[in-house]
Every structure is written in C-alpha cells, then in structure tokens.
C-alpha cells in the first residue's frame, strides 16, 4: 500500500485542522503530531485542503514518469474532464503542451466517462433489489469498503471512467504506460487496487502537472494538435454535480427520492447510515465525496463551485479529435467494464461507558455540563474525542479548554521560577563586583610590592658587592689604613667578621627576594584566573538574563492565555 498523504512534522503547528476535516477521523495523532492511518483512509483530501501551511505532503509520480519519458518508453496521457476548471488552455492546447513534455499519446477521461454512462443506463433499467451506489469516485469506494462493508453489495459492478479510459488503451497498446492526470487522490488507491490494477501505471494531480510545467518551461506558443479519442461530448459534464446521471439519461427524482445525488464526505456519510439502518432506500444514489470533481483537493483554482463548473461546462462542444468514434468503439464493445469490491473494515475496539467517563475525567469532564463539545481538538464531541483517546489515535493534551485550565498553575510555577532566576542574578552580580574589586587590590598591591623588591634587590646587591669587596682586601693585606689610625690585628680581624657577616646578609636578602619573586608571580597567575573567572561569571549571567527574559515573554503569554480561558470556558 502506498502511503497517498504524509504530514511534515517540521512545518505542522498542531492546529488539528487536518483532523478536523478528516471526515472518518483516521488521523492519528501521538506527541500532538498528526499521522494518516493509511488503513481507514479514503483519499479524499480534505486534510490537504484543510492544512493552510502545507504540511501535507502528496504522494507525486511525476518523477517515475519523467524518467520513463528519459528512456524513450511510449507514455500514454489521461486527462480528467474537470481540467477546465484547472488551466485556462483549450483542449488542443492541453494536448500539445502534454506531447511537447514527451508523451505519445493524449486521451480525454471523458471519453470513457461517456462509456462508463451507458454501462449505468443499461444496469438502472434492470429491476434490482435494494439501493444502488455509485462508483465513478474512487473515495467513495474506500469509503464504503472500509467503514460500511455491511453495504458492499450495493455498489454498482462498474469500472470507474478512469479504468475503462485505461483498458482501452492497453487494448490497442499493451505496452505504453498509461498516466491519470486529475483533481483527485483517491485515483492513486484505484490505480493499485487488486481489483482494477493493471491499467493504469502513474497517477499525478493537476497541481503536481502545474509545477512539472512550471518546471520545464513548457508553455509556449504552441499550435493545437487533436486528442486520440472522439468527441465525448455532454459525458465531459462528468466533473459537475449531477453529471453522471445527465450523461447516463437517468432523471433525478426529487419528489420519490428515488434517484438522488449525494456530495460531500459528510453527507455521504449520512446518507449511507441511513441506507444501513433501512432508514433511506433510493434505487440509485449518484455519490461524489468531493462537490463535484471540480472541487477536488488537485485542482489548480481558488475560484467558486459554480465559476469552475462554467468553465467546464463551455467545453462540451468543442472538437479537435484525430479518432472516430467508430474506430475507438469497436475496442471498447469488446472490453468487460465490470468490478468486484473487497471489504475492507477498519477494526476499532468498543469501549464501556464507565471506560470513557473515565478518560474524559481525565480532562475535568465529569458530568455531561462539562462536555462543551467545542470542536478545537478535531472532534465533533468530546465523547468521540474521549473514544479516539482510548482507541490510541488522540491525546488528552488535545483538549484546549482542559489546557487553559492549566495556565494559572503554570503562570505561578513561571513567576516563582522567574523570582528564583532573579535572585540568582543578583547574587552573581554582587560576586562580580567583590571580585572586580578584589583583582583591583590584587594588581594594586603586586605593582607596589614589584617596586619595593625592585629598590631592595639593588640595596642587597650594592651590599654584596662591596662585603665581597672588603673580603679580598683583607685577606690580600690591601687594607688601606692611614698612618695616624694604626690597627692591631684584632681590629682587622673584627673589620673581616663584619665584612662576612655581611655577605651572609646579603645572601639571604637575596634569597628571600627570590622567593617574594617567586610568591609574586603566583599571585599573578591567581589574578588572571579570577580574572578568567569574572569573564565566565559574565556569560552566566547573560545567559540567566536570556532565560529571565524568556520566562517574562512566557509569563505574558500565561497571563494572555489565562484571559483567553477565562472567557473561552
């Protein structure tokens, strides 16, 4: 199974847009992000439509296709009718822009559409027992096959406009690749469907055909060129509401209710309870999940229902067709157009009322009062909401009444918080300071004391020297001593022990000084790394700074939430 829609989780903002578009509710959700569960998926594309960011991501064959154009292989290009509404370019011009991309062969949608009309007219003419349904949509196939199987029965055995279109082609050309071109996803689970797989190879949309174009720089003046199919005429009405029954010949029936046509995901959904419980029995119900194919989630148009169906509606008459209808009906009288369906029932588990209670309790829902039923979380009740918890495919967390309930609580966790923060500012900030002023002190007292070691050192040195001096003359008998101050040997001896003595003095002065260097220098290395230290202290506390101010902003956002709750519940 292909996964058709992924969810971008770095661009989604967990609006649940998506869910609350999704018309079956299979969107998961698990850490408030949103994921399709394939299983219960009908492609309809609401959640496409619905996501105004586009964090829906399509599945898009464009670049298989592409590289089977790179090799030469014989392409085959179906084009949906509702393409009108899509690009403002005449038939004739859609086909030669499509050949100039490198396909061999362009055919109209349409055309099949007319065959698809008369298998329903000659069907609807026969008496048969219970309601009909029917099958041209593919979403409305998923839907029944996956969340009605009970009503599998009565769908219309009939291929869809887009399979008979490719059994065509495949009859006279069984090895081309045959690509659908259209407004709708669903296309992609027909295509790979068991039941009709086989015909068509690729599906893109009219969006993915746009940026392709865009791309490759394709439009230009180019000269018509003719479609490989005959005129299809009103069957080009196909994509409009009420246009399968227009082109079968088969009359809608207000009054009885007996022939009735049904658009809308919901309203099919509606209507198809009804025909389960017995409630509503129509011989035929013409069903479409999008209103019309014109409003389907590929086209390219922001324009209204009724703009988009004019537009395909002017082109019922126009005729630029290279095949007969001769030539291409022998083909098609020789094809079986019949389909068999397969149920596919999304099993959910059932839960007890006691059970549910339980969970919504969980959100400060104890009595029905409290079930609001707002909707913000994607669910019509907050019953269905609870049930989605407990089946696994929602969180509580979804609930936004429940969470502005919380915002009080928070926005006092946030101011305490932001106090504390506050506190510690200040306290690193007085550490700053004592610590600027005591690296002043510091530096301030090692240049002092650099000074005085500076002027000592030079004392103890002078004294070495001349200690060292009067060492020498004594021993070398040198001693000058005038005449009239004659000295005895002892005063000589006395002169030498002080001269020593000296020396002595000096050298430990020095040593001394020595080691001061040496204590000065540790001091120098302390001061830098307090100096180190003020500058790390800094970016602490610019970085609390950041965080207090980031607290604030969210204590606004508490506050503003607050007011949001107070008037919201």
């Not at 989780?9 to 949103?34: D, E, F, M, Q, W």
């Not at 399709?36 to 964090?55: D, K, N, P, R, T």
């Not at 059970?355 to 009595?367: I, P």
Request: some cysteine.
């Amino acid at each position: 199974m292909i996964t058709l829609i992924s969810t971008d989780h770095n661009n989604c903002r967990k609006c649940y847009a998506c869910v609350r578009a999704c018309p079956v509710k299979t969107i998961s959700i698990k850490r408030g992000l949103p994921e399709i569960v394939e299983a219960g998926c009908l492609g309809c594309g609401q959640c496409v439509l619905a996501c105004s960011i586009g964090a829906k991501i399509v599945h898009d064959d464009t670049p298989v296709i592409e590289n089977w154009l790179a090799q030469k292989m014989k392409v085959v290009a179906m084009v949906a009718p509702s393409y009108p509404a899509s690009f403002s370019a005449s038939g004739g011009q859609m086909v030669a822009v499509l050949r100039q991309l490198g396909f061999s062969g362009v055919q109209e949608v349409a055309y099949g559409a007319g065959v698809c009309a008369g298998q329903y007219s000659k069907i609807f003419k026969l008496q048969h027992a219970g309601t009909m349904i029917s099958t041209a949509c593919p979403a409305v196939v998923q839907l029944v096959e996956k969340h009605f199987p009970n009503l599998i029965e009565s769908l219309a055995p009939i291929d869809s406009p887009m399979i008979i279109q490719a059994k065509v082609i495949k009859a006279v050309q069984p090895d081309a690749k045959v690509v659908f071109i259209g407004p709708c996803l669903s296309k992609n689970y027909e295509s790979a469907d068991p039941n009709t797989g086989g015909y068509v190879d690729a599906v893109i949309t009219f969006k993915q055909l746009s940026r392709w174009l865009e791309e490759s720089e394709a439009w230009g003046e180019l000269a018509e060129q003719p479609w490989d199919n005959p005129q299809p005429y009103i069957a080009r009405t196909f994509p409009i509401s009420g246009g399968l029954l227009k082109t079968s010949g088969i009359t809608e029936d207000v009054a009885s209710m007996e022939v009735v046509v049904v658009e809308g995901a919901q309203r099919c959904i509606e209507v198809l309870k009804a025909i389960e419980t017995g409630d509503f029995t129509p011989r035929f119900a013409d069903m479409l999940v999008c209103e019309g194919c014109v409003m389907g989630p590929g086209m390219v148009s922001n324009k209204p229902y009724v703009v988009r169906a004019h537009q395909v509606a002017k082109t019922v008459n126009q005729s630029c067709h290279a095949v007969s209808d001769e030539e291409m009906g022998q083909v098609a009288q020789k094809l079986n157009f019949t389909r068999i369906f397969d149920a596919k029932p999304v099993l959910k588990k059932t839960f007890t009322d006691e059970q549910v209670w339980q969970t919504l309790k969980e959100t400060g829902k104890h009595n029905t009062r409290d079930l609001i039923n707002c909707s913000a979380c994607g669910y019509d009740t907050c019953w269905e909401k609870a049930v989605a918890c407990l089946q696994g495919m929602a969180e509580k967390e979804m609930c936004l009444p429940f969470l502005l309930r919380q915002v009080p609580a928070l926005t006092s966790s946030l101011m305490d918080m932001s106090g504390k923060l506050m506190l510690s500012m200040e306290s690193i900030n007085f550490s700053t300071l004592t610590l600027k002023g005591t690296t002043s002190k510091i530096n301030s007292r090692n240049q002092h004391l650099e000074a005085l070691m500076e002027e000592t050192n030079t004392i103890a040195k002078d004294t070495l020297e001349l200690a060292n001096k009067v060492l020498l003359m004594v021993s070398q008998k040198e001693l000058p001593i005038p005449s009239q101050f004659p000295l005895a040997s002892p005063d000589i001896d006395e002169i030498r022990n002080i001269a020593a003595q000296s020396k002595l003095q000096s050298e430990k002065a020095t040593k001394a000084f020595e080691d001061i260097a040496s204590v000065l220098a540790r001091l120098r290395e302390d001061s830098v790394m307090i100096m180190e230290q003020e500058k790390a202290i800094k970016v602490v506390t610019g970085s609390l700074e950041q965080i207090v101010a980031t607290y604030d902003q969210l204590l606004n956002i508490g506050a503003a939430m607050a007011s949001i709750g107070r008037n919201y519940v």
